[in-house]
T-cell receptor
Framework: AQSVTQLGSHVSVSEGALVLLRCNYS??????LFWYVQYPNQGLQLLLK??????LVKGINGFEAEFKKSETSFHLTKPSAHMSDAAEYFC??????????????FGKGTKLSVKP | KAGVTQTPRYLIKTRGQQVTLSCSPI?????VSWYQQTPGQGLQFLFE???????NKGNFPGRFSGRQFSNSRSEMNVSTLELGDSALYLC???????????FGQGTRLTVV
């Protein structure tokens, strides 16, 4: 079975500091991995996705993530935090249906706070 | 290009009632999935429809049901509402099997 674990339910950084949100996955087949962001009272917005092409994936708003098979990790980073990055971030893996993507399995989420 | 549209945005129902939520996917998208988001359980998969057929179903009781119409619009229904059904219900659409999911803004259901 596939699963996702996000380390740290809350992360606080200062504006301009590095953002690092951790995600580890479990999958017996090559995974499709995603990071989504959710602002208060909103739906989920896709930040980036990994679908077995490049291991370093660049997304929107300056975020990127690196797929590390040996560590079963897909951590999300941003070099310099901005106040507008304060939100909840979800890592997700897509259930594999014979090589095609199925529904998403989400981690518990990490709330990012950005201090001025 | 319009995004995924969910209606209504907010809903208050009484325990024991039933409710129907609606989701209009992005034009051209044939897959619609539903998720329930609660503070305690996080984001949990309810079901997915593809070309009017239920493709997969999560671990929810039979009170939760859904359907998809020929224009890809989808509805989900919850019967005999319980207090624990209070949640944000999110709909996501995809163009096909190996494409990313785009989410609507959700319907906030409160059961009193």
């Amino acid at each position: 079975a596939q699963s996702v674990t996000q380390l740290g339910s809350h992360v606080s950084v200062s504006e301009g500091a590095l953002v690092l949100l951790r995600c580890n996955y479990s999958s017996s087949v090559p995974p499709y991995l995603f990071w989504y962001v959710q602002y208060p009272n909103q739906g989920l917005q896709l930040l980036l996705k990994y679908t077995s092409a490049a291991t370093l994936v660049k997304g929107i708003n300056g975020f990127e993530a690196e797929f590390k098979k040996s560590e079963t990790s897909f951590h999300l980073t941003k070099p310099s935090a901005h106040m507008s990055d304060a939100a909840e971030y979800f890592c997700a893996v897509s259930v594999n249906y014979g090589g095609s993507q199925g529904n998403l399995i989400f981690g518990k989420g990490t709330k990012l706070s950005v201090k001025p | 290009k319009a995004g995924v549209t969910q209606t209504p945005r907010y809903l208050i129902k009484t325990r024991g009632q039933q409710v129907t939520l609606s989701c209009s996917p992005i034009s051209g998208h044939r897959s619609v999935s539903w998720y329930q988001q609660t503070p305690g359980q996080g984001l949990q998969f309810l079901f997915e429809y593809f070309s009017e057929t239920q493709r997969n179903k999560g671990n929810f009781p039979g009170r939760f049901s859904g359907r998809q119409f020929s224009n890809s619009r989808s509805e989900m229904n919850v019967s005999t509402l319980e207090l624990g059904d209070s949640a944000l219900y999110l709909c996501a659409s995809r163009r096909g099997a190996n494409t990313e999911a785009f989410f609507g803004q959700g319907t906030r259901l409160t059961v009193v």
